[in-house]
């Protein structure tokens, strides 16, 4: 049994990660790793970065074709794909977000980790709507790249 | 329940106005006589299928059978069409077929504009606020007649209904878990939170205990912080989280805490929940001494399963069966929906508890049968019958399809072993 059936937080070992190139250019990372009957990224993305073997079968990201446009992030029902892009000391995440109210461009919010555990403060860099769920960029200092999953506003 | 002389009302969500007459009732109901309260006009309505609740089985199975070319009365208590899914503001799962990602709400409304569309003007027939509360014998030769009250304009109108095939697609009830002060005010069942929520818009409380980590647990706690309401912690008494890792993923980062093995012990208050014991369960399931945890809250949702509607079916005389794959006593059927009663069909919630998206495939399934079964383009009916089919297997392919799977394929050999 691995431990996030039991806590419902996954650990780094759970997923694929890309290296620290595709980081720097950009990439889609899906936190979907239960074969769940369920498809939506795939035919959301538009270069089709994003395969299934069969509709209960984990995503897989191709971290090379992705173009980090973030449309699934707004697609998942499982609110479960984050954008992560390194930028010099800065890492930028994308993440869904489906609270009022939406954080304005250029506030600071508190940033959570899978646990909801406060990491600090990050910067709003972008905002973005779609459908109902807001889509938002944050700035977080480089080593949170991969624990920053939240924001408070 | 009897409520102005209306027979097998379900109280819990009957409007109570000034002057009504609740009566228990302890016999098979007969057709209601006039009485004083209400001015009751009898209409007779002769169509080719009766359906009972328009979740998306119903409105699925209506779209279907009206596509063939039969005559549809769709039926349902609320006062409007989509059951359970005008309550789910999260956007839903599954392929693009069942219109994943999706919310719920929005996949209400598309199906109801298909329900108006022009091409079914003279086909699907659609009754809201009334319930189908009894079936009758009638000597009718191929017809079943069936009681249903109107409550429009809060003025009840009875109507009989007779049908030459009747699909039931009423869904399912919550279960309730027994322990000391769970009559208080504020204990409620998820399905009451959502609908206070995300129907009347109203908050059910300031700080919640959800009881139950499966979907609907997870999904109506997370509902429950977006509507501002602080969620305490999520007790599960399964020694693992039994919805989707995302949907606790979610609820994790929001901060809120999952305790698997844990239970509420009882509920205390005066005249309302003030807070919660829960206690942790050893390895059979049974509260660890000492290990319990008062928890401050003046809410406490439970979200401990449903039970598939059979009442109507059961009256019938259709063959039952216990199946607790599927979440109790259902209607025995085949892969077709029917049951054993002939041209009385089941599907969605009601025939095993599962899911919106198998739901929707299982009442076009049903919808498309029954109008094969009256003689609406026999060839056409069955092609569209065996895609849905193989959707169905499709959908139930994976881990989470095991249980379904597994219910169904038991209620296939219950099926075959019958006398
Ligand atoms: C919190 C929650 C989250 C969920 N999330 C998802 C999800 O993400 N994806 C998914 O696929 N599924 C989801 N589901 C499951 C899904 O909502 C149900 O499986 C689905 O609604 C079942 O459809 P149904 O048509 O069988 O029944 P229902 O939707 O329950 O509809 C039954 C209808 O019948 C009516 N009715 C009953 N008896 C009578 C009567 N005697 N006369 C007239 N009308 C009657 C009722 O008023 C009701 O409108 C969720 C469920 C819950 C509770
Ligand atoms: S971010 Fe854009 S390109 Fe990358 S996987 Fe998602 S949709 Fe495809
Ligand atoms: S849409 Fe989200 S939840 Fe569904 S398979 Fe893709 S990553 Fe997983």
């Not at chain 2, 109507?159 to 009830?173: L, P, W």
């Amino acid at each position: 049994m691995s431990d996030f059936e039991n806590t419902g937080i996954l650990s780094i070992s759970d997923l694929v990660l890309p290296t620290n190139e595709q980081l720097e250019k950009g990439v889609a990372i899906t936190e979907c790793i239960q074969r769940i009957p369920c498809n939506p990224c795939v035919d959301s993305c538009p270069v089709h970065a994003i395969s299934m073997k069969d509709i209960n079968a984990l995503p897989v990201v191709d971290y090379d074709a992705c173009i980090a446009c973030g449309r699934c992030v707004g697609v998942c029902p499982g609110l479960a794909i984050f954008v992560v892009k390194v930028q010099g000391d800065q890492a930028l995440i994308t993440l869904p977000y489906e609270f009022l109210p939406r954080p304005q461009k250029g506030e600071s919010v508190s940033v959570l980790d899978r646990a909801g555990k406060t990491m600090g403060k990050g910067k709003i860099i972008r905002v973005k709507q779609q459908g109902r769920t807001s889509i938002i960029t944050v700035s977080v200092e480089k080593k949170y790249a991969m624990d920053v999953r939240n924001i408070r506003v | 329940m009897e409520v102005n002389g209306i027979p097998n009302v379900r109280t819990c969500i009957a409007p109570l106005l000034e002057g009504v007459a609740v009566r228990m009732q302890d016999r098979l109901a007969s057709w209601p006589q006039n009485n004083t309260d209400n001015a009751f006009v009898s209409t007779v309505q002769d169509i080719d299928i009766l359906i009972v609740g328009a979740g998306p089985a119903g409105m699925e199975a209506a779209l279907q059978a009206a596509t063939f070319g039969a005559s549809v009365l769709l039926v349902d208590e609320n006062q409007r069409v989509g059951g359970q899914l005008i309550k789910q503001t999260h956007k839903f799962f599954g392929s693009k077929e069942e219109k994943a990602g999706t919310r719920g709400i929005s996949i209400a409304k598309d199906l109801e504009d298909q329900l108006c569309d022009d091409r079914f003007k003279d086909k699907i027939d659609v009754l809201l606020d009334a319930t189908v509360f009894g079936f009758y014998e009638d000597d009718t030769e191929d017809r079943y007649t069936f009681g249903v009250i109107s409550r429009k304009e809060y003025k009840s109108r009875l109507i009989k209904v007779v049908c030459r095939s009747v699909i039931f697609t009423v869904g399912a009830m919550e279960n309730m878990l027994l322990f000391p002060g769970n009559d208080l005010p504020g204990v409620y069942g998820a399905g009451a939170v959502q609908t206070l929520m995300n129907v009347y818009g109203v908050k059910p409380g300031e700080r919640v205990l959800m009881v139950g980590a499966g979907n609907v647990g997870l999904i109506v706690g997370y509902q429950l912080l977006q509507a501002g309401i602080k969620v305490d912690r999520v007790v599960e008494a399964a020694p693992t989280i039994g919805g989707y890792h995302v949907h606790a993923a979610k609820l994790r980062r929001c901060s809120v805490p999952i305790y698997t093995r844990h239970s509420i012990k009882e509920v205390f208050g005066a005249d309302c929940v003030k807070g919660a014991v829960v206690v942790e369960l050893d390895d059979h399931w049974n509260p660890i001494q000492g290990s319990e945890e008062i928890v401050t809250c003046d809410t406490v949702c439970l979200a401990v399963g449903l039970t598939p509607s059979t009442r109507l079916l059961e009256q019938i005389g259709v063959d039952m069966a216990l199946v607790p794959e599927a979440g109790g006593y259902i209607a025995l059927h085949d892969e077709r929906m029917q049951t054993s009663v002939p041209r009385v069909y089941v599907a969605g919630d009601s025939s095993g508890i599962e899911e919106a998206s198998t739901a929707m495939i299982e009442g076009k399934i049903a919808g498309a049968m029954a109008a094969k079964q009256l003689g609406y383009q026999q060839e056409k009916a069955q092609t569209a019958y065996e895609g849905f089919l193989k959707e169905l297997k499709r959908l139930r392919a994976g881990p989470f399809g095991a249980k379904p799977r597994d219910a169904k394929q038991r209620i296939q050999r219950l099926w075959r072993k019958r006398p």
